[in-house]
Structure formats: structure tokens, C-alpha cells
């Protein structure tokens, strides 16, 4: 997949820190972003701030009608939804390029040297030296 040629990309459950962040990234790459979340909060109002549209109601008529061209969007979602989402059935009943939040972020750092930092403890301070140190 070449994300050259995504235009809009919608987010299910795109009120997640790490969603929130990837939206962030295509937001400021000049892609159209909208999504859903169950609830509103701080990071979706700050979202909403930069022109992304959100809404909290599973429901098909919410989704932005740029969002339903199948050929120009791509749809990522948290394995956090449950399997009865409508939108995200309907996504993948209607073959959209779907694809999950650790899916993506594998695309986005395809053929680019990235340092990842995982685990339960000490991200921050890792995090913090190796950019201080790049």
C-alpha cells in the first residue's frame, strides 16, 4: 500500500493516545482525518481543534461522506472496538483498506530507520536520551 495515495484516513476509536498521535501525524501530512470514539475528552476536543471530525455515535450516517470513497481512504482501527462496531463491520463488509493501529504505524516507518521504544517502564527517560543523543 502506498500511502501517497490515501486521501482521507478514518480512525475508530481515534480518541486512544495512540491513535489520537497517528491522527496527529496524517492531520499534519495533509490527509483528511475524521473518526469516532465512544467518548469525549480532552485529546478528542484538541483533535476537533485542528479541524478533525469526531463524533461519540456508532452510526453510518455520522461517517463524513468523503470517508465512503473506498479507493481514496483508508481506515484504521484499535483492537480495543468491539466486533459488532457497525462502522468498522461495514468497512470491512464493503472492502475499504482496513487495517489495525500497529499495522499502520509498521507502514508509516516502512523503509525509514526507526527506534522503537517499548515495555512497561522507563519509555520516558529511553525516550529522552536517544533524543538528546540524535
Excluded: W
Excluded at 495512540?18 to 475528552?41: L, R
Excluded at 473506498?70 to 462502522?87: Q, R
Amino acid at each position: 500500500m502506498n500511502l501517497n495515495t490515501i486521501h482521507n484516513v478514518y480512525f475508530i476509536g481515534i480518541g486512544g493516545i495512540g491513535m489520537s498521535a497517528i491522527a496527529h501525524y496524517f492531520a499534519s501530512n495533509g490527509k483528511q482525518v475524521a473518526g469516532y470514539d465512544k467518548t469525549p475528552s480532552q485529546i478528542t476536543k484538541t483533535l476537533e481543534g485542528k479541524g478533525v471530525a469526531i463524533h461519540f455515535e456508532d452510526a453510518l450516517d455520522n461517517i463524513p461522506i468523503p470517508f465512503l470513497k473506498k479507493e481514496e481512504t483508508l481506515i484504521v482501527y484499535t483492537p480495543a472496538i468491539p466486533g459488532n462496531h457497525l462502522e468498522l463491520n461495514y468497512f470491512f463488509e464493503h472492502n475499504f483498506r482496513v487495517l489495525k493501529r500497529a499495522e499502520i504505524l509498521g507502514k508509516i516507518t516502512e523503509n525509514t530507520f526507526c527506534l522503537a521504544v517499548a515495555g512497561t517502564h522507563g519509555k520516558t527517560t529511553t525516550s529522552s536520551i536517544l533524543g538528546h543523543i540524535m
